[in-house]
Structures are given as C-alpha cells and as structure tokens.
C-alpha cells in the first residue's frame, strides 16, 4: 500500500462512528482495492447500470431513487453488484475505452473511493477510458455472486 492509501483507510476509520456498518466494512475491506483479489473492484468491469424511481400505490409522487451497478470481477469468476438506496445526486460519464472498446466500453475499474458528503455517502469509481461514476447516496449494501 502507498501513503495516500494509507491515509484514506485511516479518514475512514477516524469516522466510523459516522458511517452504516455494511457501508464501513465495504470501505475499509482492503481486499476492494487489491490489484489481484476477487472480491477487489479494481480491474473489474461494468456489465450494467440500472436506475430506479421507487414508487408505490399510496404515495407515487415522492418516489425514491435507487441505482444498481453491477461489476464483472476481474478474475471472471463473481458478480459483485453494488447497490445505492436513497440516492440524491450521481453522474455518469461514459467514454468509449480506447484500449479495446469491443472487449468492454468503459474498461475496466482503476480506483474507486467511498466518503462522507454533507450527511450523505459518496463512492466514485474512475475507469480505464476516462469514465467516472459518482453517486452520493443514504443506504448502502454490497452483494456477490461467485460462480462454481
């Protein structure tokens, strides 16, 4: 680990007492930001993006947002799908990777990093082409589909 890693993972810890437990373990777990663990983000790739405005039949008109992105993980072996629950604001800047567009668009994860954002939570993942996605959000959880 470099410096800044370590100074990132130590901001963290310093405010845990600020962050959901499910959110904490996923930010501190070091094995998301290895360059050669399966459950690490980094390398993996994006296989969709979905955006939901959750609704119901009693009160349609004050939907909440929620948005779902699901990784490839860089051994091919897992899908980890990250989802965000209360989003308030994201951004998603696609941008053709020009390494080998046909193998994945976007390329793959290069870093990604979760922080506090005014009583909310932000995560941004930067990837290989340039593209970013940032989401600043209230609920968090993480989930993985390992394949035998």
Known sequence: MNSSFDEYISNLNSNKDNFPSELFVFATN?????????QSL?????????IAENRNNVRPFEPSLSISLNLLGQQHD???VLNYVNVKSYEIIGTENPFNYGDTFHGDVLTHEVSI???LFQHVLELRSGSTFKVIFANFNCLEQVYT
């Open 78 to 80: 897992r899908d980890i």
């Open 117 to 119: 954002s005014d009583n």
């Open 42 to 50: 980094h390398d993996a790739w994006v296989t969709s993006i979905t």
């Open 30 to 38: 070091t094995e998301r930001y290895e360059l050669n663990h399966p």
